[in-house]
């Protein structure tokens, strides 16, 4: 722990994985420098990302998101969310809820997971346009069958949660609910006419997306410049071709 | 918590993502009973898998393995292992070491789903022979590309430990170490070639490997029928076309 504002690494014209941990930052008003969307004369810059891939560390990341505290620097979103959720109360504070959180958010990243590979299906490392035939199939099997398990699945947890409170785990918001805001604000951007069919059969989930978007400090950081907005380039794109809803 | 035995819930005819709780109990030396292995009369059988995937609980788990203490039910590998880490001394206990050695199985699992997706790039649900061609293209990117990727990754963390104890972090053996051993063993059975053209480039993965396999409980677990083959229903499948090292 640290007194200095956390250092948050992620690429800086997308949202992508980098935005479960801003969002959660938002909500937590904990001050922190976004550093690759500094110029890159002050250090930022995609450079600034490759370069903390690099440091020699007991335990280096592989990827970002990266959140470095003082001399801990953590990588994966739910590691990330783990220990902040901890630090700023935006996790249940009995053992069972703090797992469970941990739990919701590792089957959040698996449809991300499967979200970002309808367009990137057989090669990460190539472009979209070299594997459109095998997007367009992947893209089918997601909008028509996992779309529907992962979505149905959340507003299953949501509606059940026995505090009736509305949000995904205990009786207040946690991690889980800004991802989950920020899972159903993706899919609604990449793929409108998929998500729109559900909408009907996941009416928690759209309260929820609601109420995260309301939250004072949520809305503030949605209509500043740190908001970074959906592209083409990021997990969630939105290619027509792919959003077929086959089922 | 319970006295009771834990009870694990995976599909009862694959090791799969089963397997990594099943290594972290036997280390643990932790009694526990595989329900679904268990003869259909006694309650076993993977009815008694989907039985709990449908249980009220107030966090359902989505997807096996699930682990039952008591009224404790979690779900999800890498939460299940936090879990697991901490009750039996199989992570560090330090807060820094307990989060990488969560960031680090997190890691394992995006490699252990990339090696899944080499046999279903397209749709989940369906056969491997309906998506046989996609499988070579990615599987020539994994072998080609990410394989190497990910296992350059783990080397470079084990060379790296500043306690230079061999193992991931920390100056003891971890789950994180139970489960690289057996991401080693997995990627040995399905990409023989692939894999053993990277063997020279990973010694201390190597060592580890062998370290844990001659470990009193884990040796001991591998020779008894509690440890099961890998075939090609699982997650690493030897599929002879689809280990093409294409780099």
């Not at 992508?16 to 550093?35: H, I, N, Q």
């Not at 504070?93 to 449809?111: K, S, W, Y």
């Not at 979209?128 to 069958?145: N, S």
């Not at 993706?186 to 309301?214: H, I, K, M, S």
């Amino acid at each position: 722990m640290s007194d200095e504002p956390y250092r948050l690494y992620y690429w800086p014209s997308i949202p992508g994985r980098g935005e479960f941990v801003r969002l959660a930052l938002a909500e937590a008003d904990a001050p922190y420098v976004d550093v690759a969307r500094l110029p890159e004369r002050e250090g930022g810059g995609a450079a600034s990302v490759i370069e903390v891939l690099r440091r020699e560390l007991s335990v280096p990341p592989l990827a970002p998101p990266v959140l470095v505290d003082g001399p801990l620097v953590l990588a994966q979103v739910a590691t990330i969310l783990l220990y902040l959720g901890d630090r700023h109360g935006l996790a249940p504070a009995d053992p069972a809820g703090r797992l469970h959180a941990n739990q919701l958010q590792l089957t959040i990243a698996d449809l991300v997971a499967e979200a970002h590979d309808t367009h990137h299906p057989v090669a990460m490392g190539e472009y979209y346009e070299d594997q459109m035939a095998e997007a367009r199939r992947r893209a089918a099997h997601f909008t028509g069958v996992r779309m529907a398990k992962f979505l149905g699945y959340f507003e299953r947890v949501l509606d059940g949660n026995p505090s009736a409170s509305g949000f995904a785990v205990g009786d207040r918001l946690s991690y889980v609910d800004l991802s989950l805001f920020q899972v159903a604000e993706g899919l609604g951007y990449a793929f409108p006419r998929a998500f729109e069919r559900l909408r009907g059969r996941l009416p928690r989930l759209g309260e929820l997306r609601d109420r995260v978007a309301a939250r004072p400090r949520i809305a503030a950081y949605l209509e500043s410049p740190r908001r970074l907005p959906f592209s083409e380039g990021g997990i969630f794109r939105r290619y027509p071709e792919l959003d077929i809803a086959a089922i």
